[in-house]
């Protein structure tokens, strides 16, 4: 911006200002005394030739007397202007603030916003001050300028920053009418104080505010100060300048406002958060009435524009709620303060989020949390979804953002229970055993300790598919204890895990601590065939002037699983789906794979599953961390489950999963020996002492 010249420095132009302002009030502040008080003085008029008088007047001439009392009236007045003078002469030198000349009022304590976008590109939120688009007061109607003149600064034009006149006209009107009716502070003045001080009343700061307005005038045109207040005064809701307010409140620009909403705009700065339309839309309504009389009063408008705005008042656009999107604001901006901490100024982050799954994963959470299950203790839910590159698509951190903000997804760590048991088989099949590989479920000891299975009693010896379709205890203890915990602690960490984890005896039964959100991203690398793309939220991070803070590097995913172990883990998850712990989340024809998750005492209770498109996550349970009425992960997570995953591939291909068909059960072997029995016999008769004899019918 470019400043205007002066002759004189700094200090000078302040001084300069200041006397200007004082002879300025001087000579209107005796009429608007006496007006104010009833009294209505003619101005004094000049003969064009004056008589001298050839005698002086009688003593008792009533006139002279008048005169006398009108001088020393003026005399009083003018000592009064002079102390108040002298006042702020002192106070300039002791309450001064230094403000270098090269000081940037555009940028001057502004404070930084984060704007946030979907996948698309499309804006979602903003958090922190938000400030719109730079317009010129060119550029605006005139009626926005006149309803803020009119209500703000009427004399804007005509003062140097203080207006004297008008401040002590606002404080007699107040001391007549025995309290604020009025206030004195000029557009300079507004711009001084939010661009510099605090809110606080007190009379430092008015004084400081005034000198503030002061060096402003100094500095800049009265145009340049205009653009500066229409630019950066707070307006409610987050929003600095017309053109962030028109945005917010109107959904357009500040350059196509009507005269209704011009007035309500106009009338904000008096009380940005009491006043903003979203919030307060009848006291908006009111306080733009009120400006609209302004513009009568002052003849900027026609009575006739003024009725047609009363009778269609402006349309207040509905405000982004922050409902499960709540959670997922807060984890992008802490993600985004982590990726770019030095950035400065508004920042533009585009997220991976889908509006679309993001409102399927609310709706789903939402269906499932209903009386009846909260009766059973599962007070609350959260919810993760990635797509196979391992963008987040979705997250759901609890049951109603705006009765708790913390984030359940990923602030919360529990215990996974059995959900944990694939990376027991991933170690597993390393180590060279294969979904064929059968043990006894049968009671076993591990140095004391004796751990059980959800359901009551053992059932002998079973395929390693049988026992991770129902989910058995005692058959993951043996399978770890043969392999060695620390390879499971390596395979978990390999895929994704985050979280200590400690390899002691419980460690194959999910007794580790993790966040829902590291869980599901570490089952990614099931469904991408043994790849783990690292999981993201932020595709880029950049300035409002283009400038590229950060970008997702898109490398290539590193492979953490041969495609044969991947196969193999497919084929076992997939019997969670088709007849084990988890076959109330089967997506019909379409191929899933997962597992469920229940803690003792059902205190947490989970469902992560995947296709080849996308791989989710549900916990439920509670924050107090008590009992649920036998809540497993196999029926509220599995619904939300399901629910969730059947809208979230509308539309989207059928795609086959490599290693998901039925695994032949134990139930199906008397079977097969009866037939291998009968050929076995057929055999035999059809070979007599090595010569073949066929059997005619």
Do not use: C
């Not at 997804?409 to 944990?420: C, D, E, H, L």
Request: aromatic fraction near 8%; glycine fraction near 10%; proline fraction near 6%.
């Amino acid at each position: 911006m470019a400043k205007r010249q002066h002759d004189k420095s700094g200090l000078s132009a302040v001084a300069a200002n200041l006397w200007a302002d004082l002879k300025r009030g001087a000579a209107g502040f005796h009429n608007d005394f006496l007006k104010l008080f009833g009294f209505s003085p003619k101005p004094p008029v000049k003969e064009p030739f004056p008589e001298k008088s050839k005698y002086p007047k009688a003593p008792g001439d009533g006139k002279a007397w008048r005169n006398l009392w009108g001088s020393v009236a003026l005399s009083v007045v003018s000592v009064g202007f002079l102390g108040a003078a002298f006042a702020l002469g002192l106070a300039f030198i002791y309450l001064a603030p230094q403000v270098p000349d090269s000081a940037d009022l555009w940028n001057v304590n502004r404070q930084a916003a984060i704007i946030v976008l979907d996948r698309n590109g499309e804006e979602i939120a903003a958090r922190g001050a938000r400030y719109g688009e730079h317009v010129d007061p060119a550029e605006l109607p005139e009626h926005l300028i006149n309803a803020i003149l009119s209500t703000e600064d009427r004399r804007f034009y005509d003062h140097g920053g203080v207006d004297l006149r008008g401040t002590m006209r606002a404080a007699l009107a107040n001391l007549k009418a025995g309290g604020v009716v009025e206030g004195g502070s000029t557009i300079t003045q507004q711009l001084a104080k939010n661009l510099f001080l605090s809110p606080r009343q007190t009379y430092e700061r008015k004084a400081r505010e005034a000198l503030l307005a002061l060096w402003i005038e100094g500095h800049y045109s009265k145009d340049e100060i205009l653009s500066l207040y229409l630019n950066r005064i707070y307006l409610g809701a987050g929003a600095y300048g017309v053109e962030s307010a028109a945005q917010t409140y109107f959904g357009k620009s500040s350059r196509d406002v009507t005269l209704a909403e011009a007035a309500m705009l106009a009338g904000l700065p008096k009380a940005p958060s009491t006043y903003a339309p979203t919030q307060n839309p009848a006291g908006a309504q009111r306080r733009a009435n009120e400006v609209l009389d302004n513009l009568l009063e002052i003849g900027a408008v026609d009575p006739f524009a003024v009725r047609d705005a009363r009778l269609h008042p402006p349309v207040i656009t509905k405000q982004n709620i922050d409902s499960g999107l709540g959670y997922f604001f807060d984890y992008v901006a802490s993600q985004a303060k982590a990726i770019a901490p030095d950035a400065t100024g508004d920042v533009i982050v585009r997220t991976t989020i889908d509006q679309k799954l993001q409102r399927d994963a609310e709706a789903a959470v939402k269906t499932a949390m209903t009386v009846e299950a909260r009766l059973k203790g599962a007070d609350q839910a959260a919810l993760v979804a990635y797509d196979q590159s391992g963008a987040l698509r979705a997250m759901v951190g609890g049951r109603d953002y705006k009765e708790s903000q913390f984030n359940r997804a990923v602030q919360s760590k529990r215990q996974p229970g059995s959900a944990f048991k694939p990376f027991v088989y991933v170690a597993a099949m390393e180590s060279g055993l294969t979904p064929n590989s059968s043990f006894i479920d049968q009671p076993i000891d591990i140095a004391g300790w004796k751990p059980t299975n959800y359901t009551p009693g053992y059932a002998g010896r079973v395929r390693l598919t049988e026992a991770v379709a129902k989910s058995i205890n005692t058959i993951a203890v043996q399978v770890t204890e043969r392999i060695g915990r620390g390879k499971v602690v390596e395979a978990a960490k390999r895929l994704g895990i985050k979280s200590e984890i400690a390899p002691h005896r419980s460690i194959a039964l999910g007794a580790v601590d993790v966040t829902l959100e590291e869980l599901v991203g570490a089952y990614i690398p099931f469904a991408r065939g043994g790849l783990e793309p690292e999981p993201y939220t932020i595709e880029s991070i950049e300035t409002r002037e283009g400038v590229i803070l950060y970008e997702h590097p898109g490398d290539a995913p590193k492979r953490v699983m041969t495609a044969d172990v991947s196969k193999k883990m497919n084929h076992l998850l997939y019997q969670v789906m088709l007849n084990g712990t988890g076959r109330r989340a089967a997506l019909g024809r379409r191929p899933a794979a997962g597992k469920t998750g229940t803690t003792n005492d059902w205190r947490d209770a989970w469902f992560v599953g995947y296709t080849p498109q996308i791989i989710a996550g549900v916990w439920v349970g509670n924050d107090a961390y008590t009992p649920m009425d036998k809540v497993t992960g196999g029926n509220i997570p599995a619904s939300i489950w399901k629910e969730f995953m059947l809208s979230a591939h509308q539309g989207l291909p059928v795609l086959s999963l490599d290693g998901a068909y039925p695994a032949v059960s134990y139930a199906a072997e008397p079977v097969l020996l009866d037939f291998y029995a009968e050929v076995s016999r057929g055999l035999n008769r059809v070979r007599r002492d090595g010569n073949e004899r066929r059997y005619r019918r």
